[in-house]
Nanobody
């Protein structure tokens, strides 16, 4: 089993930045991909960004200019740097990990963008 714990969420004004962190523990040796998803009430959970063990990354097309994912090769922590946030970024952000698919999920951290 793998446990994922997110941190770094909170309230930020439009145009601000936040960095989310996800610490993985447990049987992490087999993890090949880690990522971030987000969900707002009434909508499907969507992929924000993912990073493979070889360092390759994937982003939601609408977010790639403002969000940066890093980590996994540096150890058992993955980060999501978010810049120029707007109200549409308000959501619960979930850390996820797996071998070839999303096998494990964190509890989520709330990100709220409001003036």
């Amino acid at each position: 089993q793998v446990q994922l714990v997110e941190s770094g969420g909170g309230l930020v004004q439009p145009g601000g930045s936040l960095r989310l962190s996800c610490l993985a523990s447990g049987s992490i040796a087999g993890i090949n991909v880690m990522g971030w998803h987000r969900q707002v009430p009434g909508k499907q959970r969507e992929l924000v960004a993912a990073v493979q063990k070889d360092g390759s990354t994937q982003y939601a097309a609408a977010l790639k200019d403002r969000f940066t994912i890093s980590g996994i090769n540096a150890g058992n922590t993955v980060y999501l740097q978010m810049t120029n946030l707007n109200e549409q970024d308000t959501a619960v952000y979930y850390c996820s990990a797996g071998t070839s698919k999303w096998d494990y999920w964190g509890q989520g951290t709330q990100v709220s963008v409001s003036s």
